[in-house]
């Protein structure tokens, strides 16, 4: 939701004007309200210096943690290092990205593969560590594309995508890829309920056709991921989730929105209900049906790709089937937990007692009881049914209210030490609650309009419980003036105190919805070093100088060669024509950290390799016009980096120039 949004809201909605005038005075109060950052407005600061030392890493020095932050819009993820705030990655996952020649280069193009065809952009919102009993392990973390639905997985020895997963039946895959406790699966609901399957229909015909799918994906094995069933569910919009974990393990928490099932002005006609719904999903009882055969086969084309490490390439595979599991056929593996208005984040705390429900349309937060759950469930006091989903009371789950005095919760995260962190979006702030006697500590203003907040291990069973990081959506005037586009806004608080304590602001890339932080020991000391070139098994690597060659299969030609500092083999080459399809196969030859090299082609309608050491990578190129073509690599790789180049002949479609290619010799 944006301001304008808000306001339109107010001129079509007699019934919740008073409401959203008030939204509309803090939103007056957030913008503009806090006037301008004159030098010597620290704004909620501590002492500068003492916030400066807190946040100083020396150089040379390590910062404590990684964060993973969401790249939005921009379809990656960044890498963080906490406390200093400092930028050590962007890993491309959804999106084509030059620098790297990700998406470029023949090896990533299958990783953005759809059933639509190459889609070299997505909007990432949620990065999620792989666990290990419910603590991050450090091994993978994945992330949600949300428009044409998909998940990622990173692997963090090599800090590269090498899995994406397609995830049919699905518009809009938001209430994702939050993981089970053990890894078993990355869970996928839709945003958007659509025809399930997909058919040309009348959008008035919403109620009787749209239906909306939760889907488990198979998480635990690196090259396997797939989904593993998918449930049939009414047709709302799924906004968010969290497994449970410790005594609530084997069940996941969806939000949902929209349970008026209205197709039009939702921003009206989606806030009628009172109440929406927590929808709680015991997947161990799923299992259960799958394995008994319950599951019903349904068509559904859907892409896996996968990025072998030893071969360097992508491969995608087409998948034509889901497992479906449909609720009144299932008895015991879907439950609605009555929420106030439109609920945004679900969260589970460290002991999976409390599921927290951000009611963003509401100024209150509501607590619902794991326990109290089971014995309502246990006791078979339902208030109603939709479509085969029993609905409990609202009165036997709720466990407590946080009277925030916050307006606009959307998302809350723990620090282990029994005390809760709820984001506000419309009174921008973060505040602090305490589990059990639901009372408000603490509250920190955010400059602005905070969405979702990131403590280290904040949803995990052990949270390291010493930084907040607020992600913002609104910068305005906290960095030195950029045109009308402003880098959205990062703060990193101290929460290791009583008060949270403002440290830092540090820019970040896209729009960081979402951000995960762990431990840096735990994933540095697996960190891959170099790719061990005789574990390159590349179809078109060569492992030493003596092996480039340049061969022509018809009209096309496959170069390959080698780079080491300084030079490429071969330098010269000759008997490219146009119309021939180039291939650049480079194999990096170092074997040393850090030392890349790239590739560029004057007038190739592509981006640069960038190649890893023992890494091999393929350029393709189409030449034009016949003349001499230089190339040379793009990363200042050495002293002689600048005499790391060479050149191609090209010549006329008809010529006969044979193929030669030499290295230093004429
Ligand atoms: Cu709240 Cu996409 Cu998780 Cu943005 S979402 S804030
Ligand atoms: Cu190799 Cu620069």
Redesign the pocket.
């Known amino acids: 939701m944006n301001i304008s949004e808000l306001f339109n809201l107010n001129l079509y909605n007699n019934t919740m004007k008073t409401y959203l005038n008030l939204i509309g005075a803090a939103i007056l109060i957030t913008l503009w309200g806090c006037g301008n950052n004159g030098g010597s407005d620290k704004k909620g600061a501590m002492s500068n210096a003492k916030a400066a030392e807190k946040v100083y890493v020396a150089p040379g020095e390590y910062d404590e943690f990684y964060a993973f932050m969401s790249g939005g819009f921009s379809g990656q993820l960044s890498v963080y290092g906490l406390p200093s705030g400092r930028l050590l990655k962007v890993i491309p996952v959804f999106s084509q990205d030059a620098e790297k020649g990700y998406g470029y280069n023949e090896e990533t193009i299958p990783m953005l593969n759809t059933s639509y065809g190459f889609v070299p952009w997505d909007d990432a919102?949620?990065p999620e560590l792989s666990q290990t009993d419910g603590v991050p392990d450090g091994r993978w973390i994945f992330i949600n594309g949300n428009n044409t639905p998909r998940i990622a997985r990173i692997d963090l020895t090599t800090f590269e995508t090498t899995e994406i997963v397609e995830i049919p039946n699905s518009g809009g895959n938001?209430s994702s890829p939050f993981i089970t406790e053990n890894s078993e699966y990355v869970v996928a609901g839709t945003r958007f309920s659509v025809p399930f399957p997909q058919k040309d229909v009348a959008i008035s015909s919403y109620k009787e056709n749209f239906k909306g799918s939760i889907s488990y994906i198979r998480a635990d094995e690196p090259g396997k991921m797939d989904v593993a069933f998918q449930i049939l569910v009414p047709g709302f919009d799924y906004d968010?989730a969290h497994s449970g974990k410790g005594k609530s393990h084997g069940w996941t928490f969806f939000t949902t929105y929209n349970s008026e099932e209205s197709y039009t002005l939702k921003e009206v006609n989606a806030s009628q209900n009172d109440k929406d719904f927590i929808a709680a999903v015991n997947w161990k009882k799923a299992e259960e049906y799958l394995a008994q055969g319950k599951a019903k086969e349904m068509p559904a084309d859907y892409m896996h790709n996968y990025y072998d490490e030893e071969t360097h390439m992508a491969t995608s595979t087409k998948k034509k089937s889901v497992k479906v599991l449909i609720p009144s056929e299932c008895p015991g593996m879907i439950y609605y937990l009555p929420t106030p208005k439109s609920p945004?984040?679900v969260d589970v705390d460290p002991t999976g007692e409390y599921i927290v429900g951000n009611g963003k349309l509401s100024a209150d937060l509501t607590v619902h009881s794991f326990d109290k759950m089971i014995k309502a469930i246990e006791n078979e006091a339902f208030d109603t049914e939709i479509d085969g989903i029993p609905v409990l009371k609202f009165e036997d789950v709720v466990i407590g209210t946080v009277q925030s005095g916050g307006l606009g919760p959307?998302?809350t995260e723990f620090d282990g030490k029994g005390n809760a962190y709820t984001t506000f979006f419309i009174s921008s702030e973060v505040v602090k609650w305490k589990l059990g006697t639901w009372e408000v500590i603490d509250r920190a203003p955010c400059y602005y309009s905070v969405?979702?907040l990131m403590i280290p291990g904040g949803d995990s069973r052990k949270p390291w419980g010493k930084y907040l990081v607020a992600l913002n959506k609104i910068t305005k005037d906290r960095y030195l003036p950029t045109g009308p586009e402003m880098n959205h806004s990062a703060q990193l608080y101290d929460i290791s105190g009583e008060k949270m304590e403002l440290l830092l602001d540090f820019p970040t890339i896209g729009e960081p919805?979402?951000a995960q932080a762990i431990a840096a020991d735990v994933v540095m000391k697996n960190s891959k070093k170099i790719y061990p070139i005789e574990h390159n098994k590349h179809p078109h690597a060569i492992k030493k100088e003596s092996e480039a060659k340049v061969v022509r299969e018809g009209n096309v030609v496959r170069i390959y060669m080698t780079s080491i500092r300084s030079h490429f083999n071969p330098d010269n080459i000759e008997g490219i024509k146009v119309g021939d399809k180039v291939y650049f196969h480079l194999t990096n030859l170092e074997q040393d950290w850090d030392t890349p090299h790239g590739l560029s082609v004057m007038g190739a309608r592509n981006a640069e390799l960038l190649v890893m050491p023992g890494q091999t990578e393929t350029l393709l190129w189409e030449p034009q016009r016949p003349g001499i073509y230089p190339f040379y690599c793009t990363d200042f790789c050495s002293a002689l980096h600048q005499e790391m180049q060479g050149y191609i002949r090209v010549s006329e479609a008809g010529a006969n120039v044979p193929i030669k290619w030499s290295l230093g010799e004429d």
């Open positions: 919102h949620h938001h968010l945004h984040g959307l998302h969405g979702h919805h979402y």
